[in-house]
């Protein structure tokens, strides 16, 4: 097939059945590889619905210079968009990352500044906020906070994901900005209101330290305008050695190779299926790819070294 | 019942330094309680004046968020692990 730009590739990702993996027989399992994107995430979805939304409300000119905080994959994303399009970019990213969201930023073109690993991506977003307002000059997205970013999801993810899936009766996906689980979770329950729909997070552990007071607690704007609280349905944790583990089984099982988050919403995903009575089928949306992670050592180091490892690096 | 709870980074110092602390109640509500009995410097920590809970604190029993489940109300049994913290990004 033929196209005229890469940013036509964003989107209409496959859905795949990994229902070998599922622990209930009578429950099919079947995930969305975001991965397929070109920029490698979910968050070339929203990189591009963000940056034209921008354009179109006059908020972001040509040549003007954006800033946006990122643990990697929006900054990614937002940075191959800009490069199509002509404009710089700095990314805020904590300093904890894997080495390939770096390497990858940089590939595209994009500027980092680090923030302190220790305040996890809230420390990013608060570095972010306070360089915008430093200087007017620079475009601010706001991934947290910006409404493109769970339409991009409501008009696009939660729409392939009915296409190719109306049996669905539970959606599991990881919350990050939240905006995953507001679009599709509000496209879906509105198709069917009895499709529930479960948060997956990381455990926020180590990696948050730096937070000292609770009034450096963070929720995204997103996820309060889109009401996540009634949206969702549940909401679980699943620990770095779960995540790992579930992302190597990915693998040997039924051959996908995605990334860490994609395992502990893989996780989520089974703690679902072992929980429903009679039939259902899950549908779960994987992030990323598992290339972002090759440093980890996930699939190929001793469990418990990669666990610690994945204590100290923000993998989400 | 005799619950473990996870204790916050950011809430240590005020619980004596421990990581983990054990702490009894059928409910969260009274876990919670009784931590504050054991730490009063936890007071005020994790619910508002009314009674509810904390915006930035999330409470997971057995690592299910209990807002989802029966808030502070949400049942525990012997065994069970709480844990508390933040509520932080990702992206």
Not at chain 1, 157 to 181: K, N, Q, Y
Not at chain 1, 258 to 278: F, L, Q, T, W
Not at chain 2, 5 to 29: F, K, L
Request: net charge negative; charged share 25%.
């Amino acid at each position: 097939m033929r196209h005229s730009s890469v940013l036509d590739l964003i989107g209409d990702t496959p859905l795949v059945d990994v229902s070998p993996l599922s622990p209930n027989a009578d429950v099919r399992i079947l995930a969305k590889l975001e991965g397929q994107n070109p920029g490698g995430s979910a968050k070339d979805r929203i990189a591009l619905a963000m940056v034209e939304a921008a354009e179109k409300d006059g908020t972001l000119r040509p040549g003007q210079t954006l800033i946006e905080p990122s643990s990697g994959n929006t900054g990614i994303g937002l940075a191959m968009v800009c490069r199509v399009k002509g404009y710089p970019i700095r990314i805020v990213m904590p300093e904890n990352v894997s080495p390939e969201r770096s390497q990858l930023l940089e590939i595209f073109g994009a500027s980092i500044i680090y923030s302190p690993g220790a305040e996890g991506s809230n420390g990013a977003v608060r570095m972010a906020q306070r360089l915008a307002d430093d200087d007017p000059s620079l475009a601010f997205l706001y991934q947290y906070a910006n409404d493109a970013n769970p339409r991009a999801h409501y008009e696009g993810t939660g729409p392939e994901i009915w296409r190719d899936c109306p049996e669905v009766t539970h959606f599991v996906a990881g919350l990050g900005t939240s905006g995953t689980l507001m679009g599709v979770g509000r496209y879906l329950k509105e198709q069917n209101p009895d499709v529930q729909v479960w948060a997956v997070e990381p455990p926020a552990g180590e990696m948050v330290d730096g937070l000292r007071n609770l009034d450096d607690g963070y929720i995204p704007p997103v996820f309060e305008k889109w009401h996540g609280p009634d949206l969702l349905d549940r909401k679980l944790i699943v620990r770095p050695r779960e995540s790992i583990t579930w992302v190597r089984r990915l693998v040997d099982e039924v051959g996908v190779f995605a990334g860490i988050s994609s395992g502990a919403v893989m996780a989520g995903a089974a703690k679902a299926a072992e929980r429903i009575d009679g039939a259902g089928v899950v549908v779960t949306v994987f992030p990323d790819g598992g290339w972002k992670y090759l440093s980890s050592g996930a699939w190929t180091d001793d469990l418990d070294q990669v666990e610690d490892r994945a204590r100290r690096i923000n993998y989400w | 019942m005799t619950v473990e709870v996870r204790i916050p980074t950011m809430m240590r110092p005020d619980a004596g330094g421990q990581a983990t602390a054990q702490a009894n109640g059928s409910t969260v509500a009274e876990v919670l309680e009784d931590l504050v009995l054991q730490f009063p410097r936890l007071q005020g920590k994790f619910t508002n004046e009314d009674g509810s809970l904390h915006k930035f604190v999330n409470v997971y029993v057995n690592d299910e968020d209990v807002r989802y489940l029966e808030r502070l109300d949400t049942k525990v049994a012997d065994g069970d692990e709480i844990a508390i913290l933040p509520a932080v990004a990702g992206g």
